[in-house]
């Protein structure tokens, strides 16, 4: 099996496209590597990712940050954090974005909050895709029975009705970080696993996919080397505007008390409870709903760069949504 | 592929001994789609006859080329030779054994003597993987080679096709579709295979590159004592290529032939009317020759016409035609190598744009003069 005079072979072969002189090794750079060098020109996207860093840490060091400040999430102080007749305190320089109906700092409890929010979406993302992938690359690359197996049942988990799913487990189980999770895993997945499929069914016509079975390669194994890496630009994409969802579906649950449980803070939770102060008090609606806002806004542009820099040949109108 | 081009003596045997046993045989190969209807409960409502009983065969160290308009079956036939598609009927036999529809399992050690190089070069390669592990995939998936040795293979294969070998870090993307095709060639030949079976492996390439490539086929023929299945719709390319010929219409293998006796003396009206749409670079020879314009366009293989699948737009058709499909077979003098499935084989001379059928071909369509030189120039 081995080529012998190969080198003899070649120099037959004079001006076959070779070059002559050796050049020095270039690197090839990977569409990834590609896709960060066009995502670094675009501002927007660039600014987004900045806050989601900036997020990300705040989440990380929410201890160090709210012990600098000086006011745990949970402590209420009962004399400087109410007015005498029992209402939040505005925002002032000892609390700077005011109190809440308890006398607790929303600062403080708005970045104990980001932690909640952060692990809920970014795990219940990865499980979704986990799972998305795994089940969306099986329908479209076996296709037929398993195909329509798979299919109607993401449609039967699609046509779930969210909040009554939602309600009626948390009835059963108990309100916890778990249990949103799941939930949110559950009801997401299936989306990640219609896009994989739609993709793979055109994936697997490739003519490399043919050439590695006409190789001899295994299904697993042409799935894992050639189908899912070409899955990797979609997904990434797609992963990114989930994330937003499964946060806003963690305050949703949060705000009507199916979430994590008090006295944890959450910016559902705090959006609920501001309810009944918002017009006494309306920085106490307005912080926790802005840190949501602000989040929900930086994922969905920073998918929306990425989307663009991973298919530059895609037009900006048609990926918008 | 004229250096390695066996001399053939008139019982059809290579006068070379080692290089004329029947390597691959098919017999009566069959593929059929079937075209599905319903959402949930699919019923077959028809079949795209895609082979309709091709009999082959193909002898070590020979380059078979195999021809015939798009959609034909050619590639369809390439890929039940290699095994992608199960069969409907027939078999395949491949250096003594039956290889027709084994398991994946059983198919394996059949699978590095059968290889394949595609025609798109931009399709036939992952773009998310580096061309060093495009051509080192071979030696993976059946264990051959790792680490630095199969690091070493590849750079090895690289120079052989004529690729730097510097460049095996590099992405498909960042290579000319030339260089693409070379790559995989690389892949094919890694593990050494008897028979290569080449679906168009230079019709998507620009006319000076497609010479690199064949050259380089052809080097490597000689080089590795490889065998051919050369699947082109270009008619000079098969003629430069082949040592024998077989033309497809319809799923059947309409002539075969030595590429000589083919291209000097064409037996059926089909084969002269493709040969007659060859466009020759001289226009005074090219405004005298009678070109053959055929009626219509390729009949839907869904429902292939009865007898012969030529009957409807054939010059010389008769009543016949319609009835029987011809049996493939030597015609006038043609030697056994030469045979022809035609029951009225054109005589040497005869104008065939002259004939008239001798039955009704109406349904067939108007007589359309660019049809079959849209495909002979492999635009």
Same mark, same amino acid.
């Given at each position: 099996m081995t080529l012998i005079a190969a080198d003899e072979v070649a120099e037959q072969k004079?001006?076959?496209? !070779? &070059?002559?002189q050796p050049t020095k090794a270039i690197e090839g750079r990977a569409p990834l590597q590609l896709a960060w060098a066009r995502l670094r020109k675009d501002k927007v996207s660039l600014a987004c990712l900045g806050v989601i860093v900036l997020l990300v840490l705040v989440a990380i060091f929410a201890n160090q940050l709210t012990d600098l400040i000086g006011?745990?999430?949970?402590?209420?102080?009962?004399d400087e954090g109410?007015? *005498?007749?029992g209402l939040p305190v505005a925002? @002032?320089?000892?609390f700077w974005l005011g109190g809440d109906e308890?006398?607790?700092d929303v600062l403080s409890r708005i970045i104990h909050g980001a932690r909640v929010s952060l692990l809920v979406g970014v795990v219940a993302t990865a499980f979704a895709v986990l799972i998305g992938v795994t089940i969306g690359t099986m329908a479209g690359y076996f296709g037929g029975v398993i195909d329509t197996f798979l299919s109607r049942t993401m449609d039967v988990f699609l046509s779930f009705p969210f909040l009554l799913f939602a309600i009626s487990l948390v009835a059963v189980k108990g309100a916890s970080l778990r249990i949103s999770i799941f939930v949110i895993a559950f009801f997401i997945w299936a989306n990640v696993g219609r896009i994989v499929r739609g993709q793979v069914l055109s994936i697997r016509e490739k003519e490399y996919v043919e050439a590695a079975r006409s190789l001899g390669a295994s299904d697993l194994r042409i799935m894992v080397v050639d189908v899912i890496p070409n899955l990797v630009a979609p997904v990434i994409v797609y992963s990114t505007l989930l994330i937003p969802t499964a946060i806003v579906f963690e305050a949703t649950l949060s705000f009507l008390?199916?979430?994590?449980?008090?006295?944890?803070?959450?910016w559902g939770n705090m959006i609920a409870t501001s309810q009944s102060t918002y017009l006494q008090a309306p920085w106490y609606l307005l912080f926790p709903s802005l840190a949501l806002f602000i989040t929900t806004l930086a994922f969905n542009l920073l998918g929306d760069g990425l989307r663009d820099a991973l $298919?530059?040949?895609?037009a900006r109108v048609l990926a918008r949504k | 592929m004229t250096a390695a081009q066996p001399e053939v003596d008139h019982a059809g045997r290579d006068v070379n001994t080692q290089a004329g046993d029947v390597l691959l045989k098919v017999e009566g190969a069959k593929k059929y789609f079937p075209i599905k209807q319903g959402?949930?409960?699919? !019923?077959?409502?028809?079949?795209?006859?895609?082979? $309709?009983g091709v009999d082959l065969e193909v002898r070590s160290g020979e380059t078979l080329g195999l021809v015939g308009e798009t959609g034909c079956g050619k590639s369809t036939l390439a890929r039940l030779i290699a095994g992608l598609y199960p069969m409907t009927a027939g078999t395949v036999s491949f250096d003594g054994s039956d290889i027709t529809n084994l398991s994946r399992k059983k198919m394996r050690p059949f699978r590095r003597d059968i290889q394949m190089i595609f025609q798109d070069p931009y399709g036939s390669?992952?773009?998310?993987?580096r061309v060093g592990s495009i051509i080192g995939d071979p030696f993976d998936i059946h264990g051959v080679a790792d680490g630095a040795e199969r690091k070493k293979r590849v750079q090895e294969l690289m120079e052989v096709v004529?690729?730097?070998?510097?460049?095996?870090?590099?992405? *498909?993307?960042?290579?000319?579709g030339g260089q693409r095709q070379r790559i995989g060639v690389a892949r094919a030949l890694a593990l050494r295979p008897k028979l290569i079976i080449c679906d168009? *492996?230079?019709?998507?390439? $620009?006319v000076s590159i497609q010479a690199q490539v064949i050259n380089l086929l052809d080097d490597l023929q000689n080089e590795f004592g490889l065998t051919y299945i050369f699947i082109a719709h270009d008619l000079s390319v098969v003629r430069h290529v082949s040592d024998r010929v077989a033309v497809m219409y319809l799923g059947k293998i309409m002539e075969t032939g030595p590429v000589d006796d083919l291209y000097g003396l064409p037996r059926h009206p089909y084969t002269n009317a493709l040969l007659s749409?060859?466009?020759?670079?001289?226009p005074d020879r090219a405004d005298s020759r009678e070109r053959i314009i055929l009626r219509g &366009?390729?009949? @839907?293989p869904v429902n292939p016409p009865t007898g012969c699948p030529f009957h409807p737009r054939?010059? !010389?058709?008769?009543d016949i035609c319609v009835q029987e499909m011809p049996p493939l077979e030597p015609v006038f003098?043609?030697? *056994?190598?030469h045979r022809t499935a035609c029951h009225f084989p054109v005589p040497e001379?005869?104008?065939?744009?002259?004939c008239t059928p001798g039955?009704?071909? @109406?349904?067939?369509?108007p007589l359309v003069g660019a049809d079959l030189s849209a495909i002979t120039t492999g635009s």
């Open positions: 004079g001006g076959g496209g !070779k &070059d002559p006011h745990p999430p949970n402590e209420q102080y009962r109410l007015q *005498p007749n925002p @002032s320089s000892f308890v006398g607790r008390g199916l979430g994590v449980p008090i006295p944890t803070p959450t $298919d530059p040949r895609a | 959402i949930i409960f699919q !019923k077959e409502v028809a079949r795209v006859h895609a082979v $309709d390669l992952n773009p998310r993987r004529g690729l730097n070998p510097e460049h095996f870090n590099r992405f *498909p993307a960042e290579f000319s168009e *492996p230079v019709s998507a390439l $620009d749409a060859v466009p020759i670079p001289d &366009d390729v009949p @839907s054939c010059p !010389k058709a008769q003098v043609d030697p *056994p190598t001379g005869e104008d065939i744009s002259q039955i009704d071909q @109406s349904g067939t369509g």
